[in-house]
């Protein structure tokens, strides 16, 4: 399995509150990305990143934000959460000397209330 | 309509059973093709990449139709650990992003 980890794993919150999720990798894979999963719409992508300081949007940004400092951490955050942001929420990973293949996290359970 | 539709299912089918699952995607421009695997509660794995002549892994075979834009999977002998959901996805053609379908469920009965 890739070497990928969110924190945390899971979380409750109240709306309007700042919350940050990280995404860590041991691979050293250049490109990463955050996606939400909600009930009938699949995986949306909100935000990735091709490189250190290189972030750009998906089709679901707003109310998002994103940095990457350093190759291996991938943070997201929810400037002021609201109740449509619960979701479950996966980072992934892909090396653009491969394919187009992603490799996930294994997902963070947010909930807001 | 969705750049990649699938059969929600549920497909609920008896060991040892033979399922296929369908795919049609909208961007002719499309250049990759997969399938993942994704069990309850948790993150999507892949399966096997698509390729134009068809590919096959053990049990699984899968194939692509360029000119219907049109993607299977074929799963021969099911087992019990097939259970789950199998996510169609697609790179469109823009950097490296894939897009995802909503999923066909799977349940394998004893």
């Known amino acids: 399995d890739a070497g990928i980890t969110q924190s945390p794993r899971h979380k409750v919150t109240e709306t309007g509150t700042p919350v940050t999720l990280r995404c860590h990798q041991t691979?050293?894979?250049?490109?990463m990305y955050w996606y939400r999963q909600d009930p009938g719409h699949g995986l949306r992508l909100i935000h990735y990143?091709?490189?250190?300081?290189?972030?750009d949007k998906g089709e679901v940004s707003d109310g998002y934000s994103v940095s990457r400092s350093k190759t291996e951490d991938f943070l997201l955050t929810l400037e002021s959460a609201t109740s449509s942001q619960t979701s479950v929420y996966f980072c992934?990973?892909?090396?653009?000397?491969?394919?187009?293949?992603?490799?996930f996290g294994p997902g963070t359970r947010l909930t807001v209330l | 309509r969705k750049e990649v539709e699938q059969d929600p299912g549920p497909f609920n089918v008896p060991e040892g059973a033979t399922v296929a699952f369908n795919c049609t995607y909208s961007?002719?421009?499309?250049?990759?093709f997969f399938w993942y695997r994704q069990d309850c509660r948790k993150e999507p794995k892949l399966l096997m990449s698509?390729?134009?002549s068809g590919n096959e892994d053990g049990r699984f075979t899968a194939q692509l139709n360029r000119a219907s834009q049109y993607i299977s999977l074929l799963i021969r002998d099911s087992k019990l650990s097939d259970s789950a959901t199998y996510l169609c996805?697609?790179?469109?053609?823009?950097?490296?992003?894939?897009?995802f379908g909503s999923g066909t469920q799977l349940t394998v009965l004893p």
């Open positions: 990143s091709y490189g250190v300081k290189d972030t």
């Open positions: 698509v390729y134009s």
């Open positions: 992934a990973i892909s090396n653009p000397e491969g394919g187009n293949e992603q490799f």
């Open positions: 996805v697609v790179n469109p053609g823009s950097a490296r992003q894939l897009t």
């Open positions: 691979e050293n894979h250049r490109y």
């Open positions: 961007n002719s421009a499309s250049q990759s």
